[in-house]
């Protein structure tokens, strides 16, 4: 189940506000105009593009770039499911065998779970369960890796491009200082691109990154509690005995909500 993440979209808005904020109470509307120069977007923005897609493959560009969706959805991964659902799964298996886990595979949504039951059910070794389920739990990071390295690097050259406008800026201003009236203007418009590569990189791309790895460390554990639950399954291990193993991933809080019903370790 999604639902909008209101952290990411107030983040951003309350964002602009700040910056909006900023403008009107020194230079007010005459402030806000003073702060755009399309010279200046093209360098800073297109630039630091550029080079973001200089330093990726373009379908991992791509899918980082599309991957800002993700930041506005707010997937509902409790832990606490995830390990009442292994419990059961578990009193399954203690009371009607490993192979019943078979038919209850049929109704679990999770791919990566279906997968490690289906393998405990065929009678897969257990060093070679835990093999393949990290190693599809590696090539997963990995995935998501290279989504979060787009929005660091882009965060990375915003800021640089930004300063090679600047640069550029100055450089033009000081060939021709001929009206000293004219220094003064000049010199702003040469530190908007300074200004614009500072948004980028902390209005946009950081905490982009940011939410995409917070998103990526709660993915990892929800799979590593599911990995180490399927394997204490296939070894037999008592349903209370499990919850008590999987509830070390949580914080202290959170490890008594919602354990008093799942029935484990009865005999």
């Known amino acids: 189940m999604e639902e909008l993440d209101i952290a990411s979209l107030a983040g951003m808005l309350l964002g602009v506000a700040m910056f909006l904020f900023g403008v009107f ?12 120069d399309f010279a200046s977007i093209i360098i800073t923005v297109g630039g630091s593009i550029a080079g973001t897609l ?9 899918n980082g770039l599309k991957a800002i969706s993700l930041i506005f959805k707010n997937e509902q991964q409790d832990p606490g499911e995830t390990i009442k659902h292994i419990i059961e799964l578990s009193n399954t298996a203690r009371k ?16 990566f779970l279906k997968k490690g039951i289906m393998l405990v059910v065929d009678g897969t070794d257990p060093e070679l369960v835990r093999g393949i389920m990290e190693t599809d ?21 915003g800021p640089a491009w930004g300063m090679i ?20 203007p000049k010199m ?3 530190l908007v691109t300074t200004l614009y590569g500072s948004l980028v990189a902390n209005w ?14 709660t993915e990892m554990m929800l799979k590593e509690i ?4 399927i394997l204490s399954i296939q070894a037999g291990e008592n349903p209370r005995v499990i919850e008590e193993k999987l509830k070390s991933f949580l914080a202290p809080s959170a490890r008594n909500n919602g354990s008093e019903d799942n029935g484990g370790g009865e005999e």
């Open 137 to 157: 739990l590696s090539c997963i990071e990995s995935r998501h890796k290279k989504t979060i390295a787009v929005w660091e690097k882009w965060a990375e050259l």
């Open 54 to 62: 200089e330093s990726n493959k373009l379908p991992d560009f791509i």
């Open 188 to 190: 702003a418009v040469a």
């Open 165 to 184: 406008g600047t640069l550029i800026g100055l450089i033009l201003m000081l060939k021709d200082m001929n009206d000293p009236s004219s220094i003064g």
């Open 25 to 36: 109470s020194s230079g007010g509307i005459a402030g806000l105009s003073s702060m755009f």
């Open 204 to 217: 946009l791309c950081n905490p982009v990154a940011a939410k995409l790895t917070i998103n990526n460390n």
């Open 226 to 229: 599911t990995v180490e639950g």
């Open 96 to 111: 009607e065998g490993l192979l019943a886990l078979e038919e209850a595979a049929n109704g679990i949504e999770d791919d």
